[in-house]
């Protein structure tokens, strides 16, 4: 998959990320150099390698659920710069 100039500014667009008209160019060779080193990986044959959870091997201790004070719903959205109907509101960031 190659990537275009167009494919660029709407990546740009929607990353919310700025990219000078002489700049589109190089990025575009990035994203096509990314992109063919990803395809590289494809090609690794790992059928002999088993699947990693993790590359720390430690088990987690689990401690014991206790019950705790509930209902601080009031004090906590009292540190919300704004707050509706219980819920935080925040700034639209998705069209």
């Given amino acids: 998959m190659?990537?275009?100039?167009?494919t660029v500014k709407k990546v740009a667009f929607?990353?919310?990320?700025?990219?000078e008209d002489d700049k589109i160019e190089a990025t575009?060779?990035?994203?096509?150099?990314?992109?063919?080193?990803i395809e590289q990986l494809n090609e690794v044959n790992t059928d002999d390698?088993?699947?990693?959870?993790?590359?720390?091997?430690?088990?987690?201790?689990?401690?014991e659920d206790k019950v705790t004070e509930g209902n601080q719903s009031a004090a906590v959205l009292a540190n919300a710069p704004q707050a509706e109907y219980g819920y935080f509101v925040v700034p639209k960031v998705v069209e």
């Fill in 2 to 6: 190659a990537i275009d100039k167009e």
């Fill in 49 to 63: 390698v088993e699947p990693l959870v993790s590359v720390n091997e430690s088990n987690i201790v689990c401690r």
């Fill in 28 to 37: 575009e060779q990035e994203f096509n150099k990314i992109l063919n080193w």
């Fill in 14 to 19: 929607l990353s919310r990320l700025r990219i």
